[in-house]
């Protein structure tokens, strides 16, 4: 059974920083893409960050780029997201999803089995 578990999201003051975290099981890590999209009360779930399955390609948003910084740990099958001067605009919740290679980021992305997500909050 494919799974992915987001955690390390919670409140933070703008200008702070927090580390979210995608552990993942039931597929092969080394052969997928993984990639972080969130979804803001009443808006669309989009692509922010994507990194390749061998890990030498990171996509990201405009809106995040210089900000956030993703990577990936194979031994742990686990893939972060580090984000840095967080604004109030970052507050959503954040999810990770596996796919054969990366959307373009920062468009609206659809599709089932989403995991619960980790709630981001940013204060201004």
């Known amino acids: 059974e494919v799974k992915v578990v987001e955690s390390g999201g919670g409140l933070v003051q703008a200008g702070g920083s927090l580390r979210l975290s995608c552990e993942t099981s039931?597929?092969?890590?080394?052969?997928?893409?993984i990639g972080w999209y969130r979804q803001a009360p009443g808006k669309e779930r989009k692509g922010v960050s994507c990194?390749?399955?061998?890990?030498?390609?990171?996509y990201y948003a405009d809106s995040v780029k210089g900000r956030f910084t993703i990577s990936r740990d194979s031994v742990k099958k686990t893939v972060y997201l580090q984000m840095n001067s967080l604004k109030s605009e970052d507050t959503a919740v954040y999810y990770c999803?596996?796919?054969?290679?990366?959307?373009?980021?920062?468009?609206?992305?659809?599709?089932?089995?989403w995991g619960q997500g980790t709630q981001v909050t940013v204060s201004s």
């Open positions: 039931g597929f092969t890590f080394n052969d997928y893409a």
């Open positions: 999803a596996k796919s054969s290679v990366c959307p373009k980021m920062g468009l609206p992305i659809t599709g089932d089995n």
């Open positions: 990194i390749s399955a061998s890990g030498s390609g990171t």
